[in-house]
Nanobody, 119 residues
Framework: QVQLVESGGGSVQPGGSLRLSCAASGTLYPIYVMAWYRQVVGEERELVAGINFPHGFPHYGEFVKGRFNISRDGNTIALQMNSLKPEDTAVYYC??????????????WGQGTMVTVSS
């Protein structure tokens, strides 16, 4: 029974910072990737940042442009978001990807945490 626990969402003014955290527990198989996505109502869910577990390589969405940083500590990832803009307002979802012993892929989504950037 794998589960993701998300925290760190909230409301900030433009230019402010937030730190999102996602902890994966109950994993039976190695995690390949953990990532944060975000979604605005009526739009597609988009990648914010992800990190590869075997090598720790990060990957960022094009809109980040150096403002965000993703890191890993065990099965917990943190997304440090700086210089936040109103257009960053969205529901942020944690995602993890893993494979079973037969290399069958699985993924799990968190329930989502709201980030609001407004003055």
């Amino acid at each position: 029974q794998v589960q993701l626990v998300e925290s760190g969402g909230g409301s900030v003014q433009p230019g402010g910072s937030l730190r999102l955290s996602c902890a994966a527990s109950g994993t039976l198989y190695p995690i390949y990737v953990m990532a944060w996505y975000r979604q605005v109502v009526g739009e597609e869910r988009e990648l914010v940042a992800g990190i590869n577990f075997p090598h720790g390589f990060p990957h960022y969405g094009e809109f980040v442009k150096g403002r965000f940083n993703i890191s890993r500590d065990g099965n917990t990832i943190a997304l440090q978001m700086n210089s936040l803009k109103p257009e960053d307002t969205a529901v942020y979802y944690c995602n993890t990807q893993y494979r079973d012993i037969e290399l069958r892929p699985f993924e799990l989504w968190g329930q989502g945490t709201m980030v609001t950037v407004s003055s």
